[in-house]
């Protein structure tokens, strides 16, 4: 079977566009994949975290999980730090990484911006510890936004280096699967920016705890222009605030942005924003209210993580022996 591998890092206030760019996907790509999803908080600690906030955040990310309906029997979910065998791949692998593969990544570029002198190794090497992540399982596929897509092409060059340095066709180039309608959800208030946790406006997204009267208000006051709704995609052209309440309405009706510009041909904000906000309200609303009641279980909650984790753990040992003997190394 085919087997998917993705993860989303625990940095609290996860919102629509996590919703609508990766963890409804991951639901329905279930029916057909072996799925196994990370919540990867060796990743986070690549930029400082609070200890009692990222332990928190790690808890309701996974509760997250499985109130959008990924099934912790049929999927491996786990925190990335309990499978030692992601930190030891990403050192093999790190020892054959030319450091121009690196130097051309650009979210450390994007990220440490003018303090490249003083930010961390490890938001660096991201892409190494990414592509150990993915190729510890042998993943087949890996869901991915238009902005991870240099990061996949960085692993498919890692496994490719490895299978010809050593002669062998041990790990296979991961395929990138990109969802379409809203898989790059932008705010609520600026639609050039990605909708981000990081906002300091609580007012720029949906988060996914959000109840029906929050959703409703940040809806009504999403940002918009004073022109009808167009019938056709080339009406949205610098329309960049239209466009994007389209995309979200599409992707949560399950339809594409063009069908629902039909439906809207004409109308004025005020009607479509109602009709948006009924609409979310319908999806998100018992999504967070099953957060709220698997959070207000922690142990449950950790429990999840200890299967999923003695799960991944086995399947990563495994490997992990195998690239030992490729490589030439001793187990005990």
Not at 166 to 188: C, H, K, N, T
Not at 226 to 234: H, K, R, S, Y
Not at 289 to 303: F, H, Q, S
């Amino acid at each position: 079977m085919k087997r998917i591998f993705s993860g989303v890092q625990p940095t609290g206030n996860l919102h629509l566009g996590n919703y609508l760019g990766a963890i409804r996907n991951w639901v329905t790509l279930q029916e057909s994949f072996e799925c196994i999803f990370c919540i990867v908080d060796l990743h986070a600690i690549t930029l400082p975290q609070d200890p009692e906030e990222l332990r928190a955040n790690t808890r309701e990310v996974t509760a997250a999980y499985l109130a959008a309906g990924i099934d912790a029997e049929r999927c491996v979910i786990f925190n990335q730090s309990a499978v030692p065998g992601h930190s030891e791949l990403a050192w093999l692998f790190a020892c054959l990484t030319p450091l121009g593969w690196l130097n051309r990544m650009t979210q450390f570029k994007e990220k440490a911006g003018k303090k490249r002198d003083i930010a961390g190794l490890g938001l660096y090497a991201y892409p190494v510890l990414m592509a150990s992540d993915i190729l510890l399982y042998k993943a087949s596929h890996v869901p991915v936004g238009e902005d991870q897509k240099q990061h996949l092409e960085f692993c498919r060059d890692i496994a490719g280096a490895f299978n010809r340095q050593f002669g062998v066709d041990y790990f296979p180039l991961p395929e990138p699967q990109i969802f379409g309608e809203a898989a790059r959800v932008m705010s609520l208030r600026d639609g050039t920016a990605k909708m981000s946790k990081s906002d300091p406006s609580d007012y720029s997204r949906i988060n996914m705890t959000d109840d029906a009267a929050t959703i409703r208000t940040k809806i009504r006051k999403a940002r918009t222009d004073p022109d009808p709704l167009p019938g056709t995609a080339e009406g949205l052209e610098g329309r960049p605030e239209a466009a994007n309440l389209i995309g979200i309405y599409g992707a949560l009706a399950g339809i594409s942005a063009e069908d629902a510009l039909v439906k809207f041909e004409g109308a004025m904000f005020s009607a479509f924003k109602d009709e948006l906000a009924d609409l979310a309200v319908s999806v998100l609303g018992p999504i967070g209210e099953n957060m709220k009641r698997i959070a207000k279980d922690p142990g449950y909650v950790e429990g999840v993580l200890h299967r999923g984790a003695e799960r991944a753990n086995e399947i990563a040992q495994r490997h992990l022996a195998e690239i030992h003997d490729i490589i030439g190394l001793l187990d005990a």
